[in-house]
């Protein structure tokens, strides 16, 4: 059974938000992509294009958080830098099977719109948070004291953020194997 066009139209936008940016993705474009009918824009977001961009972005960050668990749950051996090892491999893995083209949602919008919509700032600031969190308890799951939970959960976004966009830049995974390599004892220390 295929999804409902609602919920294609939010995929299909974080999709093109990943290649072309919130300003290159157009409704269009969405509509195309997600094989709705076009009225049906109108219909499921009244919002026009901003409710869209911020569906897609939650959108975005739920499914990261969802991964994460994911990984988390899969672990034989439950530690932090395998937690994170896991995340890097995601993209590893799509960067070696589909090339660099697309990256993060979030990071695509920040770069490109953030800073002149509000809106826009506010929604991607809720999608990273969103996951962050999971990403703070799977660490206090594996022992990481609660009082570094939070902030090595953003130290572990902010270096894998990174390296998406150096190996995209680079056209080459070393900056995800670089990170993982390196991050991974620093993780592995704070749960004792």
Same mark, same amino acid.
């Given at each position: 059974? /295929?999804?409902?066009?609602?919920?294609?139209?939010? $995929?299909?936008?974080?999709?093109?938000?990943?290649?072309?940016?919130?300003?290159?993705?157009?409704?269009?474009?969405?509509?195309?992509?997600?094989?709705?009918?076009?009225?049906?824009?109108?219909?499921? $977001?009244?919002?026009?294009?901003?409710?869209?961009?911020?569906?897609?972005?939650?959108?975005?960050?739920?499914?990261?958080?969802?991964?994460?668990?994911?990984?988390?749950?899969?672990?034989?051996?439950?530690?932090?830098?395998?937690? $994170?090892?896991?995340?890097?491999?995601?993209?590893?893995?799509?960067?070696?099977?589909?090339?660099?083209?697309?990256?993060?949602?979030?990071?695509?919008? /920040?770069?490109?719109?953030?800073?002149?919509?509000?809106?826009?700032?506010?929604?991607?600031?809720?999608? $990273?948070?969103?996951?962050?969190?999971?990403?703070?308890?799977?660490? %206090?799951?594996?022992?990481?004291?609660?009082? %570094?939970?939070?902030?090595?959960?953003?130290?572990?976004?902010?270096?894998?953020?990174?390296?998406?966009?150096?190996?995209?830049?680079?056209?080459?995974?070393a900056p995800l194997d670089?990170?993982?390599?390196?991050?991974?004892?620093?993780?592995?220390?704070?749960?004792?």
């Amino acid at each position: 059974m /295929t999804r409902p066009a609602r919920e294609r139209m939010v $995929f299909s936008a974080a999709q093109l938000i990943r290649t072309q940016g919130v300003s290159g993705t157009g409704m269009r474009d969405v509509v195309a992509h997600a094989e709705a009918p076009r009225g049906s824009l109108q219909h499921y $977001f009244p919002g026009g294009k901003e409710q869209l961009v911020d569906e897609a972005l939650a959108w975005a960050g739920s499914y990261a958080a969802r991964k994460v668990r994911r990984y988390a749950a899969a672990l034989t051996e439950p530690t932090p830098g395998k937690l $994170f090892e896991a995340m890097a491999g995601q993209w590893r893995e799509e960067f070696t099977s589909a090339g660099f083209a697309a990256g993060c949602p979030l990071v695509a919008a /920040t770069a490109d719109s953030a800073a002149a919509s509000e809106r826009l700032r506010a929604a991607v600031s809720r999608a $990273f948070e969103g996951w962050q969190e999971p990403v703070a308890g799977e660490l %206090r799951r594996m022992g990481v004291p609660a009082a %570094r939970s939070a902030s090595l959960a953003l130290l572990m976004i902010s270096a894998l953020e990174g390296a998406i966009v150096l190996a995209r830049a680079h056209q080459d995974l070393a900056p995800l194997d670089a990170v993982t390599r390196e991050l991974a004892p620093l993780l592995d220390a704070a749960a004792g």
